[in-house]
């Protein structure tokens, strides 16, 4: 029995100082990519997305351009919302963390840590990364050869600063780790996170006194003026605050209706922000009392050609490329292609993914335009050309030419569910897809064309026509969640109801998937070409040409 329990799907929140680009896009889609699966299988979803928005690097971006930092927050925070927005991206809230509610709660998670004794007080002396705006230990500082992540010399910082006693979990988070070994994915992630964790812990600053722009520390709390909290730590509560979690009155249950959501389903993040995410935050919510997340899944990173891609280089994948490729035919491949490459070919698991355009060339015409679009455009012309427009009865046949289709599509659902629910979305999706391929195979073995041409024969091709059209019914309900325009038009097609923006069909999914559920007789339409082949030789869209 699949679970039935509420689903909340998190992306990480996007600094401000930053636009979106290819890997922000990315971990969106992933997140989208799984709600929409999860609201269409009949579960109460709750996708978060949003912008990191205080700490040091925003405030000094903000003051290089001449802008208030809230001014370049607003100016950025929309640019992400924007490009969520473009891509389908379905969220149920994009939360930022200049949000009132949002500084409240961090405020109120405050007092209650200085409360128990797990912040306190106390000087820190260590080697700062200002760029990841993170303190890295004496052992990292040495073998990273004292640079920062962006190749920039660490800092030697000394300050009077709130600490969370993290060093006082280490036993809790070892047990946590080996208790729930799918706490953190995929597994490589985990057992890099568990050798570090086993090295030992150190506390770590929550408050911050050389900067102003972060959520103040609560004035009540002795020692507090000058301090705001640290961005990490502001940003992590996030996955709380924006459920109301933290609301006065809550109890740590939370006010409001959407703390039924915690604890989450998924963390979706990138592998360089886990130990945040593994280690930090569980340990925050177990000094809080709160369950945990059920899975952090850190993901790889996309590379460009086989490097990494950084603004220094100048080869990020940024917006403007990225919408160049969503254009529709013929300049680009439309939004549904970018969608179904991002999410098929990228770095889920602990590999990175490259981007060429050659291969996304490569796996558009072979998926899309050559899979199901042509599989959909045959059997639609072909109801079309031998029916008149209206499916064909099958007259109780199911099991036809070596396919078993009731069963060859109940497996392919429970394929698709079991992948979507451990996060394996491209393992997924492929299977969906293998649907279409299995349709073409059967369109090859049965060749209606050439039954078509004796009429003593048109029972037979109604037999194999009812089934590549139902088969490609489900087929495209299960691929709604990662290209919904498409498959909403290839539904409406073959005259089913799509799902609606947020990817739910008014009926549950397991009832939409069972195989009759298309009635004979329902009337299909031809349409354009739903992905039209695109040649190897084209120029790529935009700048991205490869
Ligand atoms: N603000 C912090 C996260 C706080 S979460 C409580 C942060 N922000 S970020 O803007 O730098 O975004 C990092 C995330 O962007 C990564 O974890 C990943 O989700 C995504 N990506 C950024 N570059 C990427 C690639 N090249 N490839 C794939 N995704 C990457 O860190």
Redesign the pocket.
């Known amino acids: 029995m699949s679970d039935r329990s509420p689903y909340y799907i998190t992306?990480?929140?996007?600094?401000v100082n930053?636009r979106p680009h290819?890997?922000?896009c990315?971990?969106t889609l992933l997140a989208d990519c799984a709600a929409r699966f999860m609201r269409a299988d009949g579960r109460e979803v709750f996708f978060l997305t949003g912008t990191?928005e205080h700490g040091q690097k925003v405030e000094k971006s903000a003051a290089a351009r001449g802008l208030s930092a809230q001014a370049l927050a607003d100016e950025n925070a929309a640019h992400f919302r924007e490009a969520f927005a473009f891509l389908g991206c379905s969220f149920d809230r994009f939360i930022r963390t200049t949000d009132a509610d949002h500084e409240r709660q961090v405020q109120e998670a405050v007092r209650r840590l200085v409360a128990s004794g797990d912040v306190y007080l106390g000087t820190f002396e260590g080697w700062y990364d200002e760029g990841q705006e993170e303190y890295v230990t004496e052992n990292q500082a040495r073998d990273r050869g004292y640079k920062a992540f962006n190749g920039q010399p660490l800092i030697k910082a000394k300050e009077n600063n709130f600490y969370f006693r993290l060093s006082a979990f280490q036993a809790k988070l070892e047990k946590l780790f080996e208790e729930r070994p799918g706490f953190v994915r995929p597994e490589a992630r985990r057992n890099e996170v568990l050798g570090r964790l086993r090295a030992g812990l150190q506390d770590v600053p929550v408050s911050r006194t050389s900067f102003t722009w972060g959520v103040p520390f609560p004035q009540d709390v002795a020692g507090s003026k000058d301090h705001v909290v640290y961005v990490w730590v502001d940003?992590?509560f996030?996955y709380i605050t924006a459920l109301g979690l933290l609301e006065p009155g809550g109890g740590g249950g939370g006010a409001g209706a959407a703390a039924r959501f915690w604890p989450a389903g998924v963390h979706a993040?990138?592998k360089?922000?886990l130990w945040f995410h593994a280690v930090i935050w569980p340990a925050l919510l177990m000094a809080l009392g709160m369950p945990l997340p059920r899975c952090v899944y850190a993901?790889s990173?996309?590379i460009r050609d086989g490097k990494k891609?950084s603004k220094s280089l100048g080869n990020f994948i940024d917006l403007e490329t990225i919408k160049a490729y969503c254009d529709a035919p013929p300049g680009g491949f439309g939004i549904d292609a970018w969608r179904w490459f991002q999410l098929t070919q990228g770095?889920i698991e602990a590999t990175d993914a490259d981007f060429s355009h050659g291969k996304f060339v490569e796996v558009y015409n072979a998926d899309l335009a050559n899979g199901i679009g042509n599989a959909a455009s045959r059997v639609l012309n072909m109801i079309e050309k031998y029916f008149g427009g209206a499916t064909p009865d099958p007259g109780g046949v199911t099991a036809h030419a070596g396919h078993d289709w009731p069963s060859i599509t109940s497996s392919a659902v429970a394929s698709v569910r079991a992948g979507m629910e451990r996060f394996d979305l491209g393992a997924a999706l492929s299977q969906a897809m293998d649907l279409s391929r299995r349709v073409d195979g059967y369109i090859v073995a049965t060749e209606p064309f050439r039954a078509a041409k004796d009429p003593a024969r048109l029972g037979e091709v109604g037999v194999v026509l009812y089934h590549c059209a139902e088969a490609l019914r489900i087929a495209a309900t299960l691929l709604s969640c990662a290209m919904p325009q498409k498959m909403a038009e290839v539904l409406r097609r073959f005259g089913q109801e799509p799902a609606d923006g947020s990817g739910r069909f008014a009926r549950p999914l397991a009832e939409l998937t069972a195989w009759g559920g298309l009635k004979p007789g329902t009337r299909v339409t031809k349409g354009e070409g739903l992905f039209p082949r695109w040649d190897p030789a084209a120029a790529a869209p935009g700048s991205a040409g490869s």
Do not use: K
Request: charged share 10%; net charge negative.
């Open positions: 992306t990480p929140i996007y600094y930053d290819v890997g922000s990315y971990t990191d940003a992590l996030n993040i990138g360089e922000i993901h990173f996309w891609m770095p």
